[in-house]
């Protein structure tokens, strides 16, 4: 016999000693030799639906403890509503633990998505997001930037009692505000940290003795700042006053 048939043959008895070792592993690891019993879930549940994650994991345990694929867990876990992260484990014999992190939203990240407290940028769950969160429109490369700016800009207008609801960052690199009321603040570019805080103090002072909105502030200026104020509220009428006369005896 030449050295392809001793090959051959070699080959041919592998396969037959092979088929029935493989016949018994799968009988020695099947499902209903080693089931899935239990399943630890670990999370803040502040926002994510344990229900929906126990609905999520359990179509993948079938398979039992030996056959389970834990990447598949973990694909169906961080597509459910306010999972950031998700970290699956195989605890033998009978168990799988999976530990969840939650997006902590801060801030609308324009139309559709949110900004989580990580820098974090994912879509708007279905059943939509916590009321009073501010609006962030800029590059999703800037995330970080946008998150710097409006924590300054918020403090610096807090103490002032006004409330930071928008900020905008152009594509040219320029900076805006929307307060609470609706006023527009322009910083422009290059700094707008320094005019912020310079602007701040200065607008608080302002609407102590203004009885006018203010509309819109251009910070854009070397030494100075221009406002414009919207009209003044129509003072309340006095209420009319009323005279009982009473007839007089003789």
Same mark, same amino acid.
């Given at each position: 016999?030449?050295?392809?048939?001793?090959?051959?043959?070699?080959?041919?008895?592998?396969?037959?000693?092979?088929?029935?070792? @493989?016949?018994?592993?799968?009988?020695?690891?099947?499902?209903?030799?080693?089931?899935?019993?239990?399943?630890?879930?670990?999370?803040?549940?502040?926002?994510?639906?344990?229900?929906? @994650?126990?609905?999520?994991?359990?179509?993948?345990?079938?398979?039992?403890?030996?056959?389970?694929?834990?990447?598949?867990?973990?694909?169906?876990?961080?597509?459910?509503?306010?999972? &950031?992260?998700?970290?699956?484990?195989?605890?033998?014999?009978?168990?799988?633990?999976?530990?969840?992190?939650?997006?902590?939203?801060?801030?609308?990240?324009?139309?559709?998505?949110?900004?989580?407290?990580?820098?974090?940028?994912?879509?708007?769950?279905?059943?939509?997001?916590?009321?009073?969160?501010?609006?962030?429109?800029?590059?999703?490369?800037?995330?970080?930037? @946008?998150?710097?700016?409006?924590?300054? &800009?918020?403090?610096?207008?807090?103490?002032?009692?006004?409330?930071?609801?928008?900020?905008?960052?152009?594509?040219?690199?320029?900076?805006?505000?929307?307060?609470?009321?609706?006023?527009?603040?322009?910083?422009?570019?290059?700094?707008?940290?320094?005019?912020?805080?310079?602007?701040?103090?200065?607008?608080?002072? !302002?609407?102590?003795?203004?009885?006018?909105? !203010?509309?819109?502030?251009?910070?854009?200026?070397?030494?100075?700042?221009?406002?414009?104020?919207?009209?003044?509220?129509?003072?309340?009428? &006095?209420?009319?006053?009323?005279?009982?006369?009473?007839?007089?005896?003789?």
């Amino acid at each position: 016999m030449n050295s392809l048939g001793r090959v051959i043959v070699l080959a041919l008895a592998l396969m037959l000693v092979a088929l029935p070792l @493989v016949a018994v592993l799968n009988g020695w690891f099947a499902s209903e030799r080693w089931p899935l019993r239990q399943l630890r879930l670990t999370a803040d549940y502040q926002r994510v639906d344990a229900d929906a @994650v126990r609905e999520a994991v359990t179509p993948h345990l079938a398979g039992g403890f030996f056959a389970v694929s834990l990447e598949d867990i973990h694909a169906a876990v961080v597509a459910i509503d306010w999972v &950031a992260e998700a970290e699956v484990r195989k605890q033998f014999p009978d168990r799988i633990e999976i530990s969840i992190r939650e997006h902590v939203p801060v801030a609308h990240w324009g139309d559709g998505r949110l900004l989580s407290a990580a820098g974090q940028i994912f879509p708007l769950p279905a059943a939509g997001a916590p009321e009073g969160l501010p609006v962030f429109e800029a590059d999703d490369r800037r995330s970080q930037d @946008v998150v710097r700016v409006h924590d300054m &800009a918020e403090q610096a207008f807090t103490t002032q009692g006004l409330q930071v609801e928008l900020v905008k960052l152009s594509a040219r690199g320029s900076w805006s505000f929307r307060l609470g009321g609706g006023a527009i603040v322009m910083a422009g570019r290059g700094d707008p940290e320094r005019r912020v805080t310079r602007f701040a103090p200065l607008l608080g002072e !302002l609407l102590q003795h203004e009885l006018r909105p !203010l509309v819109r502030a251009d910070l854009r200026y070397a030494n100075g700042f221009a406002l414009r104020w919207g009209e003044a509220p129509a003072p309340e009428a &006095a209420p009319s006053a009323s005279i009982d006369f009473k007839e007089q005896g003789a």
